[in-house]
């Protein structure tokens, strides 16, 4: 019998089975409400524009025929142009050259990993961040270096500290972080403009949730704000941001179409590391997307943060009724998560395995979110997706679940 | 001003722009004649299919907004039972569990690259092969073992040489091969599965081109062999053969849509690393691949057989007529490719440049397809996209610059 585990690769060999990955298969049984996955609600999918975007491609024989031909490895130029518009600055003017097309922002995560980290290269995540850049950063093999977080993100002296360890990069997503909820304030993004510059330390921002807000529009971008930092036109020489997008939060996930914006010398390499990757994205979900961007996608979002915002209220406001205090949870201003810490004590994992079979009920276990280990008192909540009843009807079954879970610890059964 | 290149990571600098990529951004210009890219001639695409396939999603929301959502990372379950069933033979009958969708096959080798090279690695590759396979191995760094051929494809001595040699694994396109357009017989094969066996060595069987045949099908594919060599349901255990296919020659390429079939143990790690890499292939996509594959694909196959093949007799016609005795070339029996050796003292891509020049005419040079150098008097012209009058045309041009530049070499200008 041919054992494959020793044919595997050193790089293979680090990578383990996700949390989330074995949470999504469970999400098939529709008898289980889920608070689990990070994913837009598809009622709010504009499909009658991608009908009207279809019919008129067919309507069009040869770009139609285009639409299904390879092509370009850098991605579809207008899509590429309209990118470099909406993230052009007073001081940094992008230009389509400085755009990549990829298959969402885990490819541009993917390339980005490939092109910048070694084995043992140490690089700075917060704890907690995203699991899926730990999934693909994992696949390299990094020193990972943890940046603690507060209700406002990244710690400054946290990040100095991990700089002065000699981090070649910094992952962060500033805008209502996954699986945070939090949203670095301006001043803490200058600060980390300047700590990068100090210490040489490029910067991957991830944007994904930025559209999705709630309140009020978040701070300039740390993209933007290194332009301010650097002067004008200068980011092309001297930028250490890149910054990565996607359409997967804002329009549809199935398209798989994100982006990376980038200089011109790391940017070259980027589009050999996709060619050979996987060749170029889908030539017609590009079209689609480019198509759906370029008119009316203002409205479109203006509708999302309308009903994901409602829910993010009806979510914090039940756990405000219901929630025992042996538990915390963020008032996120954005984005699609809130976070929950119990007591040091318990165990989030544990309280999944009976929230599964008791109440039907599914979230994320926060551990799977901290690079080097701890988290296990955290979980992560979902409202992308759910109707305000089940909100209300989950988090109250949910908070008696650990109501009784705490009683338990404190006042474990005896003999009696 | 940043030097990006001293951050490369060591699997970075390790590639370099490929020949095919530069030559494919001067196929935008209309007024050159291309024999340059692999591609399919997107006149062949199956639209209105496409569009009745639209058309019938649109008539069910629930589905069609599931095409726009995220899904599972192995794939779209009936696309990877269409695969297995396909793919299953009398002694090896394949599960939807043995298949990943990728976006490609392109994509399936990156996820294979990455799961089982090392840098270092000893790894075999036929003399020539596919570019795009030696690109993404070459961001793993191994060591290329070279595997000569003839006009039936590896050759079993050298197979056997590289083997003793410690290779890992073994990349091979059986079936009119790209660059070359070789089909390995039946034989050739045998030995190829008993050797594997023998020495313990991967086989990674690529089949993007093995429907496209001309003359006769081909032989039966590595990994139906190796199932008879192992006997019934032995390949789960005891396989060594991974199998490759794609969409893109036979449908459209654009839908990025591939797959890799493997035993189970590997396929799981291959599932993880695509989950890492990009989560998953795009939903609608795989949903418009399965349609277009479970009803029709026999009769649209045919209709490319016929085009194509009708167009590599008249390529070959017109090298018969034109080419000068100072070059040899292939009679593919199936793909899209005629190989073509010039007078050892002659460099294809000098050749190109003057071809581009002078004629306007594009062809790919071979050396890119040497992974340890080489082949520099030989090229690769593409009949799949040119009508009779152009590769006629072509093919006199082409052979006329040759005669002339042979003739140059052989009676050099002199000072009179």
């Not at 979230?363 to 280990?373: E, K, L, M, S, Y």
């Not at 992560?380 to 908070?399: A, E, M, N, P, Q």
């Amino acid at each position: 019998m041919m054992n494959w585990k020793d044919k595997f690769s050193l790089d293979a060999k680090a990578i383990k089975a996700s949390d989330i990955r074995e949470l999504l298969k469970l999400l098939d049984d529709p008898s289980i409400l889920s608070f689990a996955g990070g994913i837009p609600d598809p009622a709010l999918f504009p499909m009658n524009k991608v009908a009207e975007i279809r019919k008129n491609l067919e309507s069009h024989p040869d770009l139609n025929r285009q639409s299904m031909q390879y092509s370009k490895t850098e991605g579809y130029n207008p899509l590429r142009q309209w990118v470099a518009d909406k993230y052009s600055s007073a001081e940094t003017e992008i230009s389509q050259e400085n755009v990549l097309i990829t298959n969402g922002a885990q490819q541009s995560l993917t390339l980005l990993a490939t092109a910048l980290i070694d084995a043992a290269t140490p690089i700075a995540v917060a704890n907690p961040t995203y699991l899926g850049a730990l999934q693909i950063f994992g696949t390299r093999r990094p020193n990972y270096i943890t940046v603690d977080t507060d209700e406002n993100g990244i710690i400054i002296k946290s990040l100095k500290s991990a700089f002065q360890k000699g981090v070649k990069l910094l992952y962060t997503i500033p805008d209502f972080q996954n699986p945070g909820g939090m949203i670095i304030p301006e001043d803490r993004r200058k600060k980390i403009i300047e700590l990068a510059h100090e210490f040489d330390v490029i910067i991957l921002e991830d944007t994904a949730y930025r559209e999705l807000y709630y309140d009020a529009p978040p701070p300039p971008s740390l993209l933007t704000l290194e332009g301010q930092f650097l002067g004008e036109g200068q980011w092309h020489q001297a930028g250490l941001v890149i910054q990565i997008g996607t359409a997967s939060k804002t329009l549809m996930p199935a398209l798989r179409v994100g982006w990376t914006i980038a200089p011109l010398d790391i940017l070259e390499k980027l589009v050999m590391l996709k060619q050979s990757n996987d060749l170029h994205s889908s030539t017609l979900n590009q079209i689609i997307t480019h198509e759906l961007s370029s008119s009316g996608l203002e409205t479109h979002i203006d509708k999302l943060r309308d009903v994901y915002g409602r829910r993010r209220d009806t979510m914090v406001d039940a756990l405000r009724s219901y929630m025992p205090n042996c538990a915390t949870f963020s008032r996120p201003a954005g984005g699609m998560f809130v976070w929950i810490t119990l007591a040091e004590d318990m165990d989030a994992s544990e309280l999944l395995q009976k929230a599964l079979a008791t109440e039907k009920l599914a979230f994320v276990p926060g551990a799977a979110f901290f690079a080097n280990g701890g988290g296990e008192n955290t979980f992560r909540l979902s409202f992308s997706t759910c109707d305000d009843k089940d909100i209300i009807d989950g988090v109250r079954r949910l908070s008696t679940l650990i109501q009784r879970e705490h009683l338990q610890k404190v006042h474990p059964k005896q003999w009696s």
